[in-house]
C-alpha cells in the first residue's frame, strides 16, 4: 500500500559528559586535572533523495535515534561525537510537529537538506575548572541531553484523483501505476490517500494520488472534510473521476458541481488549477432506447467542454480510454509551473541549551526570586556542596547578568534570593 503520511519518532543524540581525572605519572606527586571533553551528540538531518516517490518505507520503520556522543576520557581525550543520523525522504515531503499539526521543514524547492533536531553539546572535563584557589577540581560537566519529537511526513503527488466515493478512483489508480489500493464496493474504502508512479513512455511520467472521498460540506470539515482538502492544494492538476453510468444513481454533472463548490468554499484559487474529467464506467452504461434518453458522456461535454475541461469517456475495468486520458494529463502537467507550494515554517524547537530563559522579579515579601528553564537546567548538574560546584554557580550568576539585574534593581547585602522553587541564599558582593 502507498501511503502519503506517516508518524514517526525522532531522537537527536544526547551529548557526552565531561570526565574527572588527574594525571598520574612516574615522579609526579600530584598531577592536575586532565578529564576531557565529552563528544557532541549526533544531529537528526532530513534529506532529499530524488529516487523515492512515496513514504511506503516509514511503515515499517517508526523510529529514528541518532548517535550518543561518548564520555570524555582521561589524559585530556576528547569523546567521540555522536553519529548524525540522515533520514531519506521523497521531495514535496511536509515535516510536521505531530501534537500542534504545525510545519517544521517542507522538503521542497531548494530546500533539500535542513537538520530538524540538533545533538547536545558535551559537557566540559573537569581540566577546564582548574583556578589558582581550586587546583583539583571534582566536577565536570555533562553533556547536554537529547532532543526529541513524534513528527508526521506528508507528500503530495502531481496528479490528484477526486470523486465521490466508489465512483472508482481507487480501480483507476491500481491500473494506471503499481500502488494497490484496498478495493470494495462501499463507500469511504479510502481513508488515507494513496500514491502511485504513471509511467509512459520516453521516461515521461508523474505521480497520482488517489484522494479520499468528498461529501457535500467539506470545506466546513464534514466528514473528511479538511483532511481532503488539504492533499488537494499541493496537487498541479485534477483528475474528476465520475461514475458516467450512475450505478448507484448519482448524477455525475451534479458531482462534479459539487465538488468544484467546496474547492471554492475552501480556497478559491484551487479552481484555477487544470481540471480534467474521466467519465468512468462507460462499460456498464446501458442504452434504454427512451426518447429522451441521452448519452451521459456527450452530456459532460456539452455541460465542461465549453469551460475547457476536456471529458475522456473510460472503463478503470477494461483499460477503455485510460492511455488517451493519461497522456492528456502529462501534457497538462506541462503547461503548469512545476514549482512546488512551499509551506512556511510554523515550529520551531525549543531548545534545552544556552538560549533558555528567565526571570528576576522581587515578590511582597522583599525576596529576589530568579526562575525559568535556564536556572532549572543550572540547578540541575550544579553541586553546590562541593567549592567547585559553589564556585561554577556564582559565576554562572554574573557571566548571565542576573548579577547586574539584581544590582539594578536594588538589592542589598544581607536579602535574600531564591533559586528556581526551593534554594534560598542571603545575597553578598
Not at 210 to 220: H, M, N, T, V, W
Not at 345 to 363: A, I, S
Request: with cysteine; hydrophobic share 35%; glycine share 12%.
Amino acid at each position: 500500500m502507498f501511503a502519503d503520511s506517516a508518524k514517526i519518532y525522532i531522537r537527536s543524540g544526547k551529548g557526552g559528559d565531561g570526565h574527572v581525572s588527574f594525571r598520574r605519572e612516574l615522579f609526579v606527586a600530584a598531577g592536575g586535572p586532565d578529564g576531557g571533553d565529552g563528544g557532541r551528540g549526533g544531529d537528526v538531518i532530513f534529506e532529499v533523495d530524488d529516487g523515492l516517490n512515496t513514504l511506503t518505507d516509514f511503515r515499517h520503520v517508526r523510529k529514528y535515534v541518532a548517535g550518543d556522543g561518548e564520555q570524555g576520557g582521561k589524559r585530556r581525550c576528547h569523546g567521540a561525537d555522536g553519529e548524525d543520523l540522515i533520514v531519506k525522504v521523497p521531495e514535496g515531503t511536509v515535516i510536521k510537529d505531530f501534537e500542534s499539526g504545525k510545519v517544521i521543514a517542507d522538503m521542497s524547492g531548494e530546500n533539500r537538506r535542513e537538520v530538524i533536531l540538533k545533538g547536545g553539546k558535551g559537557g566540559l572535563g573537569n581540566m577546564h575548572f582548574a583556578t589558582s584557589t581550586m587546583q583539583v577540581p571534582k566536577y565536570a560537566q555533562p553533556g547536554q541531553p537529547a532532543q526529541e519529537l513524534w513528527v508526521q511526513l506528508e507528500v503530495i503527488a502531481d496528479v490528484g484523483l477526486v470523486g465521490f466515493p466508489n465512483v472508482g478512483k481507487s480501480t483507476l489508480l491500481s491500473r494506471v501505476s503499481n500502488a494497490r489500493p484496498k478495493i470494495a464496493n462501499y463507500h469511504f474504502t479510502t481513508l488515507n490517500p494513496h500514491l502511485g508512479v504513471v509511467d509512459l513512455q520516453d521516461g515521461q511520467g508523474f505521480v497520482m494520488a488517489d484522494i479520499p472521498g468528498l461529501i457535500e460540506g467539506a470545506s466546513q470539515g464534514i466528514g473528511l472534510g479538511h483532511d481532503f482538502l488539504r492533499h488537494i492544494e499541493r496537487t498541479k492538476v485534477l483528475v474528476h473521476v465520475v461514475d458516467a453510468a450512475s450505478v448507484e444513481g448519482r448524477d455525475p454533472v451534479e458531482d462534479i458541481r459539487t465538488i468544484n463548490a467546496e474547492l471554492k468554499a475552501y480556497n478559491p484559487s484551487l479552481l484555477e488549477r487544470p481540471q480534467v474529467i474521466a467519465a468512468n464506467k462507460v462499460d456498464s452504461i446501458y442504452n434504454t432506447g427512451e426518447e429522451d434518453w441521452e448519452d451521459p458522456v456527450e452530456r459532460l461535454k456539452r455541460e465542461f467542454e465549453p469551460e475547457g475541461i476536456q471529458v475522456f469517456a473510460i472503463s478503470a475495468v477494461t483499460g477503455q480510454g485510460v492511455k488517451e486520458l493519461l497522456y492528456h494529463v502529462n501534457d497538462l502537467l506541462k503547461t503548469v509551473d512545476r514549482k512546488p507550494v512551499i509551506f512556511e515554517k510554523e515550529f520551531e524547537y525549543q531548545y534545552q541549551g544556552e538560549n533558555l530563559p528567565y526571570t528576576v522579579e522581587r515578590n511582597e515579601d522583599g525576596i529576589y526570586v530568579v526562575e525559568g528553564p535556564k536556572i532549572e537546567k543550572m540547578l540541575g548538574y550544579t553541586n553546590l556542596d562541593s567549592e567547585k560546584g559553589f564556585q561554577f554557580f556564582q559565576r554562572f550568576l554574573k557571566e548571565n547578568g542576573i548579577i547586574d539585574q539584581l544590582t539594578a534593581m536594588g538589592i542589598e547585602e544581607g536579602d535574600t534570593v531564591r533559586l528556581g522553587e526551593y534554594m534560598e541564599f542571603d545575597f553578598y558582593f
